[in-house]
């Protein structure tokens, strides 16, 4: 059913209030149960993943897009569209809608980590990582370049979080990933199954082409805070580093870089299959 919207006030509406401030959101999203996603790509990897829609916010000039991309849920199952005018749905959510259309989901539950690592593939970890940005990108970068699963610390940014979904093309959707209550210690149990390798620009680490001579099993790439890497902790239980080598006067890539690079490398040396790259764009 569509709906129309003419006040911010309206009750339907309510999980789209304020979609800028981080924090209001960061509460109410989880209390919820819900989260956003934003735009048609990423509207359309959610229903292709069989999640549950609450509800879909768009203009009236998108509205027949909405519907053909909800037709291929069931008709008992398809959510309610709530249709305003585009100075509306700025007052709403705090922003320009430019993507067109938004929508609130149920959030799915999360795997276990040993569910993660069971995916049999190379792992993305991430610690610390506060930007929600970044954390959509790494896990987009991951996703191209065939890595099975994310596990991520407790502190680590929100990969539901609407920037998160929005800059990992959806690939938070499809990537099966987990928040890791016993990190870092479980990466040592990690390394009885898979080679755990801590990413750093620290010049006595190997370079990571040498690492990967000798195509060990799945790997599990763990990459730290935008600022500092990796804690110590963490550094101290991973029995292996590596770096990226880089031309003299530049120590790092951002993550979303380094992700790739090191995904690259994983395919190349035959530790990730070497198959065609998914397009995510």
């Known amino acids: 059913m569509s709906f129309l919207i ?76 709530a249709i305003a005018a585009p100075d509306l749905l700025e007052h709403i959510t705090g922003f320009r809608v430019h993507r067109g259309v938004l929508a609130s989901v149920e959030r799915p539950l999360r795997p276990s980590v040993d569910q993660v690592i069971d995916t049999g593939g190379c ?33 680590c940014a929100d990969p539901l979080y609407r920037r998160s979904v929005r800059t990992s093309m959806g690939a938070v959707i499809d990537l099966p990933w987990t928040r890791d209550a016993n990190w870092p210690d479980s990466l040592q149990a990690m390394a009885q199954s898979m080679t755990v390798i801590a990413l750093s620009p620290d010049p006595a680490c190997p370079d990571l082409d040498e690492v990967l001579k000798t195509r060990p099993r799945p790997v599990a790439a763990v990459f730290g805070t935008e600022g500092a890497g990796l804690r110590r902790p963490t550094r101290d239980i991973i029995a292996g580093c590596a770096r990226i080598p880089m031309a003299q006067g530049i120590d790092s890539l951002n993550i979303a870089a380094s992700v790739a690079v090191v995904g690259y490398a994983l395919r190349s040396a035959g530790v990730i299959d070497a198959g065609p790259v998914s397009r995510l764009d």
């Open 6 to 81: 003419e006040s911010s006030s309206d009750p339907r509406i309510a999980d789209f209030i304020a979609l800028t401030d981080m924090d209001l959101r960061l509460r109410t999203e989880h209390a919820a149960g819900l989260f956003i996603a934003e735009g048609f790509l990423v509207l359309e990897r959610v229903i292709a993943a069989g999640l549950s829609i609450r509800v879909i916010l768009t203009d009236h000039k998108r509205v027949s897009r909405v519907e053909e991309s909800i037709s291929a849920i069931p008709p008992e199952n398809r959510p309610d569209i």
């Open 123 to 155: 792992l993305l970890a991430l610690e610390g990582l506060v930007d929600p940005t970044n954390v959509g990108l790494a896990f987009r970068s991951a996703a191209a370049m065939g890595f099975t699963g994310a596990i991520i610390s407790t502190d």
